[in-house]
């Protein structure tokens, strides 16, 4: 897992992984403000924590993920996009003002989170043996 965070760069490499963070964490926050329109605070903070769970589990199982090796994958999809699209800041807060709903928040989040990951990793793991 050290591969992920040590990449030597020059500076046309760093260059091209901002500009892929940039456009990656760009759809990614539109995104999550797209579910905050469409679906009430805590459904819309649940789901696109499940959601990039889910999409996390899938990258980082389809196979070896790192800086290295596929840039794209790596700085577009899981530092950009997924990353401007889940949510943990909004997720405390909602927690934090919602003491009705705190527990259910707690449970729901973490619950559908690892669940995602695990799906995702299922899928994945199919996938590369050819069942999907």
Same mark, same amino acid.
């Given at each position: 897992m050290n591969e992920i965070f040590s990449i030597k760069t020059n500076s046309k490499t760093l260059a091209l992984h901002t500009l892929l963070i940039l456009l990656g964490g760009s759809l990614g926050a539109i995104s999550r403000h797209t579910f905050a329109f469409l679906l009430p605070s805590?459904?819309?903070?649940?789901?696109?924590?499940?959601?990039?769970?889910f999409l996390i589990g899938i990258i980082l199982y389809r196979g070896s993920i790192h800086a290295k090796s596929h840039p794209f994958r790596y700085f577009f999809l899981v530092i950009?996009?997924? $990353?401007? #699209?889940?949510?943990?800041? =909004?997720?405390? !807060?909602?927690? @934090?003002?919602?003491?009705?709903? $705190?527990? #259910?928040n707690i449970?729901? =989040?973490?619950? !559908?989170?690892? @669940?995602?990951?695990?799906?995702?990793?299922?899928?994945?793991?199919?996938?590369?043996?050819?069942?999907?």
């Amino acid at each position: 897992m050290n591969e992920i965070f040590s990449i030597k760069t020059n500076s046309k490499t760093l260059a091209l992984h901002t500009l892929l963070i940039l456009l990656g964490g760009s759809l990614g926050a539109i995104s999550r403000h797209t579910f905050a329109f469409l679906l009430p605070s805590l459904q819309a903070t649940i789901a696109v924590n499940t959601i990039g769970s889910f999409l996390i589990g899938i990258i980082l199982y389809r196979g070896s993920i790192h800086a290295k090796s596929h840039p794209f994958r790596y700085f577009f999809l899981v530092i950009g996009f997924i $990353a401007s #699209f889940t949510t943990y800041s =909004t997720f405390a !807060l909602i927690t @934090f003002m919602s003491p009705r709903f $705190a527990i #259910f928040n707690i449970l729901m =989040t973490y619950g !559908l989170g690892l @669940f995602g990951v695990i799906s995702g990793k299922f899928l994945a793991t199919n996938f590369n043996r050819g069942k999907y």
